[in-house]
T-cell receptor, first 110, second 112 residues
Framework: ETGVTQSPTHLIKTRGQQVTLRCSSQ?????VSWYQQALGQGPQFIFQ???????GRGNFPPRFSGLQFPNYSSELNVNALELDDSALYLC?????????FGEGSRLTVL | GEDVEQSLFLSVREGDSSVINCTYT??????LYWYKQEPGAGLQLLTY?????DMKQDQRLTVLLNKKDKHLSLRIADTQTGDSAIYFC????????????FGAGTQVVVTP
């Protein structure tokens, strides 16, 4: 149990739709990062938020966006969904050198 | 492709030791991590090592770091069936705090 919770756990969308995924970070952690894990691959870094500001971004297009709230919880938004966006989306929270992951949100795009 | 490289599969008998190997890319990486992922689950942090260390031991887990060769290994002593999972090696490249760069993972299967 990492104290990082994500919702929803599973969802199905169609191409062109938009999705919002949510993450509650572990108590006291002010940094949240998001990762995309396609089937059979390692997670890929999407972006990181520190004290409500984006603080690093991976090789993902602008239709992937995020927010961090004053309580350090976070959202990942994906617009204009494509089939290749089907993946497990993982949130990690950290305050120091340890990054703890949630169980993920599995997105299927049809 | 992945910049952090791992072998894809390892089969080990229950009670034996497992050794999972990883080659990373950034010689200046400050921290190197091992995560475990069971089917349908998120990532569980097993251990991490600071780059100025050669070895770290934590109960059944031993991490060895060879900075010269950019090689990291995870040894699991007395492997149990509950250790069956995918193991990911990850580095934090220089000046990229929080951005973990993962390998493709090593699937470990423990047989009775």
């Amino acid at each position: 149990e990492t104290g990082v919770t994500q919702s929803p756990t599973h969802l199905i969308k169609t191409r062109g739709q938009q999705v919002t995924l949510r993450c509650s970070s572990q108590s006291g952690h002010n940094t949240v990062s998001w990762y995309q894990q396609a089937l059979g691959q390692g997670p890929q870094f999407i972006f990181q938020y520190y004290r409500e500001e984006e603080n690093g971004r991976g090789n993902f297009p602008p239709r992937f966006s995020g927010l961090q709230f004053p309580n350090y919880s976070s959202e990942l938004n994906v617009n204009a969904l494509e089939l290749d966006d089907s993946a497990l989306y993982l949130c990690a929270s950290s305050s120091d050198r340890e990054l703890f992951f949630g169980e993920g949100s599995r997105l299927t795009v049809l | 492709g992945e910049d952090v490289e791992q072998s894809l599969f390892l089969s080990v008998r229950e009670g034996d030791s497992s050794v999972i190997n990883c080659t990373y890319t950034d010689s200046s990486s400050t921290y190197l991590y091992w995560y475990k992922q069971e089917p349908g689950a998120g990532l569980q942090l097993l251990t991490y090592i600071f780059s100025n260390m050669d070895m770290k031991q934590d109960q059944r887990l031993t991490v060895l770091l060879n900075k010269k060769d950019k090689h990291l290994s995870l040894r699991i002593a007395d492997t149990q069936t509950g250790d069956s999972a995918i193991y990911f090696c990850a580095e934090i490249p220089t000046d990229s705090w929080g951005k973990l760069q993962f390998g493709a993972g090593t699937q470990v299967v423990v047989t009775p």
